[in-house]
């Protein structure tokens, strides 16, 4: 096959980088290795991580419509209350940890309808579900990408002048030889005041595997997994008790803290007010990342709310699943681990009432999409991450470094993002690492490899640190870098001219910068107070 741009991964970097190529005319070939297209906000099913100001500015006009039009989904086909529907911001789960927490299935459906008319009239192909395993090279350009069937069968070849790698690892990096890093870079090499003295490549952020409950009656306890006893004895030096209790580090103070679980409160939907600089939310874990809460719905419609797991217990951080020979031995714990965590809630878990054990709690596999009732993918937060012309660093973004003068304006910005650099516990033995950060710009040298000519990263493999990938990991800045990705491609098969041709011309970059404008993509910060 052969197209104007091939996108490698149909996560939402990659769906971003789709729309935006075969909106501009192009011919697309999109690939996904899973069953949706949406990567965080689908297969892996994790709500929306998003900033404080979501609802007014701060993301490009495709990703805000994306947002509406799963409020308009919710309203057009489900059983909402009156006062729901009437919700102009609706939070149809009514999450703490989002302003728009709602079922992974309902954003695949939004997503289908964005890329439809593009699918109807040929100019976009989906090959699903295909995951890269060759590439041909020549020199510093990439010639194309074979691409195996997730299940067997004949491969396809596929070659375009553009390739955008929006995988959630960054695999076609080493498939091209592109020059890449992982895990923690050293101080000496960037600065950073959390860095640590020397490089470690394999300390990578922990990966999760999330999956959706509700609390209903009768039985549900699945069978013990086998690997239970371990984890149930499991504890981290810093973790101040077992994995697999309430009680945990909090993310910013790293105090030990004790979280609570009540399954279907009676809370109003309407009076969650999901701002993370108010509270982080995550006091009732059920209420946390909720995505569906029966109060939105018509009596009767909903037996239970539906929750999310996507909590401090199931961070698996064991060991790597990124180049390292046993990758697929740590995804398999990691899924044990979930498993464990879920059985530990149906029958050892600690209820306010004295007792122990929830087994009314369900696992929702019909939720995720999944036959084994897991989310289809692990969420993996940190990838491979492009050597870049222009590399993000903590002092660019950190509120303690920055202060009142804001984070780094880059005259090449291309987007703006917002969250705190939030790293998870990681490989290499570290706790949460968390630190305030000014709301940032997304510059385009973090796009453009050193030496690579047509590959594009488009998703969480630009140029960032081990650090800043905390703050540039999240759901919109995603798919601005994606979505900024798909245009840069089309603008070099306009002009004629390499990505880093547009970035250093100072009359190209202008005209670039101006067609991102124009398509809704904010460059900028609105110059106000009050953030």
Request: hydrophobic share 40%; charged share 25%; with cysteine.
């Amino acid at each position: 096959m052969r197209a104007d741009v091939l996108v490698v991964g149909g996560g939402l970097g990659g769906v971003a980088a789709a729309l935006a190529a075969a909106a501009a005319g192009r011919s697309v070939v999109l690939t996904e290795e899973f069953d949706w297209l949406g990567g965080q906000l689908t297969s892996q099913a994790v709500p929306p991580d998003e900033h404080s100001w979501v609802e007014r500015f701060g993301v490009t006009a495709s990703y805000r419509a994306l947002r509406e039009g799963i409020r308009d989904y919710y309203r057009r086909h489900y059983p909402l209350t009156e006062r729901a529907r009437a919700w102009r911001e609706l939070n149809p789960g009514a999450g703490w940890v989002s302003k728009l927490c709602h079922e992974p299935r309902v954003a695949v459906a939004v997503i289908e309808a964005m890329l439809a008319p593009y699918r109807g009239s040929g100019r976009l192909t989906v090959l699903q579900p295909y995951r890269p395993v060759a590439a041909e090279v020549d020199g510093d350009r990439v010639v194309g990408v074979t691409l195996a069937h997730r299940d067997g069968g004949e491969r396809i070849d596929v070659t375009a002048p553009y390739i955008l790698d929006a995988t959630e690892t960054g695999e076609l990096l080493p498939l091209t030889g592109t020059e890449y890093v992982t895990g923690f870079e050293s101080r000496a090499e960037t600065g950073e005041p959390s860095a640590p003295d020397e490089a470690q490549p394999l300390n990578m952020q922990a990966v999760s595997v999330c999956f959706a409950i509700d609390h209903v009656d009768g039985d549900h306890t699945i069978d013990k997994p086998a690997g239970y006893d371990f984890w149930r004895e499991y504890q981290p030096e810093f973790w101040g008790d077992k994995l697999l209790s309430w009680r945990s580090p909090h993310p910013r103070t790293l105090e030990i803290v004790e979280r609570s679980f009540t399954p279907n409160p009676d809370d109003d939907p309407l009076s969650v007010n999901a701002d993370q600089r108010l509270s982080p939310g995550d006091g009732n874990l059920w209420t946390f990342r909720r995505i569906a809460a029966r109060r939105n719905f018509v009596d009767g419609a909903y037996a239970s709310d539906i929750t999310l797991v996507n909590w401090p217990m199931i961070d698996y951080f064991e060991g790597p699943v990124i180049d390292v020979p046993d990758a697929d031995l740590h995804l398999a714990r990691a899924r044990e681990l979930s498993y464990c965590v879920l059985y530990w809630l149906q029958t050892e878990a600690p209820r306010p009432d004295g007792g122990t054990g929830y087994p009314g709690l369900r696992l929702r596999g019909d939720i995720t999409g999944s036959a084994d009732g897991l989310a289809q993918a692990p969420y993996i937060r940190e990838s491979r991450r492009i050597r870049a012309e222009y590399t993000v660093v903590e002092q660019d973004l950190s509120l303690a470094v920055r202060g009142d003068k804001g984070a780094v304006r880059y005259p090449d910005s291309v987007g703006v993002g917002m969250y705190r650099i939030d790293l998870h516990p990681s490989t290499g033995g570290d706790n949460y690492i968390d630190v305030g950060a000014c709301p940032f710009e997304i510059p385009l040298g973090a796009l453009i490899p050193r030496r690579m000519e047509n590959l594009l990263p488009a998703a969480k493999n630009i140029g960032t640190t081990h650090i800043t990938n905390g703050s540039y990991r999240l759901h919109p800045v995603e798919w601005n870098v994606g979505e900024v990705a798909g245009h840069l491609a089309d603008f070099c098969l306009t002009h004629g001219v390499p990505p880093r041709a547009v970035r250093n011309d100072p009359a190209l970059l202008a005209d670039f910068q101006r067609r991102l404008a124009a398509a809704g993509v904010e460059l900028r910060w609105p110059e106000i107070v009050g953030y």
